[in-house]
């Protein structure tokens, strides 16, 4: 079993909400908008909203930052870099890029569940140049094991 890390949290606005999971099951904790004033997205438009939080990741994990479901389905609100990835050596304001696939304007207000956080484990690797590479069965590029 993983010992969940403990992810410190700094609130950088009165109106900032700390991360919280939803359910007892959930693997992400969503992530709330912090704004000044409400943030309007036109379809096809994307915006970059602050959440009023940085965190402290511990090395050896990542922040990785998904879309909603709900907002997903519902609206055609996404994360536009889906994941987007928050290094443990950042202590910036964590910020989601938001990008508005739906129909219909979409309004980002103070308090508004954004997205979803998880701190999920990650490898370091050692790149190693090398004049040759193990050969295996695949010989193509994008796309060529089928759809």
Request: with cysteine.
């Amino acid at each position: 079993m993983i010992i969940a890390p403990e992810v410190k949290v700094r609130l950088l606005r009165e109106s900032a909400v700390m991360p919280k999971f939803m359910s007892e099951g959930s693997a992400g904790a969503d992530l709330f908008a912090c704004v000044d004033s409400p943030v309007e997205i036109a379809p096809g438009d994307f915006s970059t909203i602050p959440t009023g939080i940085a965190i402290a990741i511990p090395n050896g994990f990542e922040g990785e930052v998904r879309p909603r479901s709900g907002l997903a389905k519902r609206l055609g609100v996404t994360v536009l870099n889906a994941p987007g990835t928050i290094d443990s050596d950042y202590r910036g304001e964590v910020c989601v890029i938001l990008i508005n696939h739906g129909k219909k304007t979409f309004t980002v207000e103070s308090g508004n569940r954004i997205a979803q956080l998880l701190i999920k484990p990650v490898a370091g690797a050692r790149f190693i140049e090398s004049e040759n590479l193990s050969e295996t069965d695949r010989n193509g590029g994008f796309g060529s094991t089928g759809i």
